[in-house]
């Protein structure tokens, strides 16, 4: 079971650190073209709509790769008092439930986000003039990588189940 757990943590590392990579560039070049963009306003009134645009875009994508960080670090927003008080066999089977649950809902709305991006993805920004297509995949994207991440986490647990169970 170790070997098994090194693999599957080996295996994502590299996606571990192109997800860290990738937020850090994004949250760069947010704080980036803010910087600029007040400095051109305000010290030679200068403004350009495509980078007030770009800063929103970008925001927007930390937000989802970010909300990838917190499933894959497990720190959703969750209420855990009756969770803490199961016995710890009980308390992995139900933590594979909520995991489960997760999963259903990301794959759902990466499905149905799919299916929107489809309709209403075509106009071209204002600013930039990029399909709106670009800004709405990043939805599914970050959905699958959350739910890619829920099934490592099962995985994990159904080891620490077993691992539990042959202690017993």
Do not use: Q
Request: charged residues 20%.
């Amino acid at each position: 079971m170790k070997v098994l757990k090194k693999i599957i943590n080996g295996t994502f590392r590299g996606l571990d650190n192109g997800v860290f990579y990738w937020n850090f560039a994004l949250m760069s070049s947010v704080a980036l073209l803010v910087i600029a963009t007040v400095f051109l306003r305000y010290i030679f009134n200068v403004t350009f709509a495509w980078t007030e645009e770009l800063i929103v875009f970008s925001f927007i994508a930390t937000t989802y790769f970010g909300s990838i960080v917190g499933v894959r670090e497990d720190e959703h927003v969750k209420i855990s008092v009756l969770k803490e008080k199961l016995p710890p066999k009980i308390k992995i089977i139900f933590e594979i439930l909520i995991s489960c649950i997760i999963i259903t809902v990301v794959v759902a709305s990466a499905i149905l986000s799919r299916d929107w991006i489809i309709r209403a993805g075509r106009p071209l920004s204002p600013g930039i003039k990029i399909p709106y297509f670009s800004l709405y995949i990043i939805a599914p994207i970050a959905f699958v990588l959350m739910a890619i991440y829920e099934c490592r986490e099962i995985v994990l647990k159904v080891i620490d189940f077993k691992k539990k169970k042959n202690k017993s």
